[in-house]
Nanobody, 119 residues
Framework: VQLQASGGGLVQAGGSLRLSCAASGRTFSNYGLGWFRQAPGKEREVVAR????????LYADSVKGRFTVSRDNTLNTAYLQMNSLKPEDTAVYYC?????????????WGQGTLVTVSS
């Protein structure tokens, strides 16, 4: 499984960005997917997760109400819509896939995409 994250960039506080995660493989709809981030000097943290069908979405408390995770299984792509961005959202964002479909353990990781939020 290969994952390609994109959509990062520089945005002012209060702005929005939409990240995309394109995946290879014909069984994309079987994967649980997650978005993670790692800020400079901090540990990686989970941001959002979405189940295989998209029916279950889980969020970190810090992004609830501001971020929305979604997926389009026909396009083998997942998304992270980020609104009301804050400087503390600045980080490298990664997408990950669980081939077993879980939302706890992730097996494959894409390269990150940098999100920088200026104050």
């Amino acid at each position: 499984v290969q994952l390609q994250a994109s959509g990062g960039g520089l945005v002012q506080a209060g702005g929005s960005l939409r990240l995309s995660c394109a995946a290879s493989g014909r069984t994309f709809s079987n994967y649980g997917l997650g978005w993670f981030r790692q800020a400079p000097g901090k540990e990686r943290e989970v941001v959002a997760r979405i189940s295989r069908s998209g029916g279950t979405m889980l969020y970190a408390d810090s992004v609830k109400g501001r971020f929305t995770v979604s997926r389009d299984n026909t396009l083998n792509t997942a998304y992270l819509q980020m609104n009301s961005l804050k400087p503390e959202d600045t980080a490298v964002y990664y997408c990950a896939a669980s081939i077993a479909g879980s939302l706890v353990g992730f097996d494959y990781w894409g390269q990150g995409t940098l999100v920088t939020v200026s104050s």
